[in-house]
């Protein structure tokens, strides 16, 4: 992950966005203490992904109590 300040990103945006396309990060920081404020990453990295049923498996639990009624729509928030 490469880091630059807003400067230097306004002058290359063209240059960083073409190396975010090739999977590159980088941190933008502003100011004299060069404080952290963006994280530029491609957008496959930040789309989120499906998760995964049963990677908890033997680590969490849960219980459904009798009686609970939910219709789909209300579940899918419809």
Known sequence: MKTLAVGEFKTRFSEVLDEVRHGEE???CYGRR???VAVVVPYEKYTKKPVQLGVREGVATY????GFEMTDEELLGL
């Not at 219980?63 to 009798?66: F, N, Q, S």
């Open 63 to 66: 219980r459904i109590k009798d």
């Open 34 to 36: 060069k404080e952290k």
């Open 26 to 28: 980088f941190v933008v």
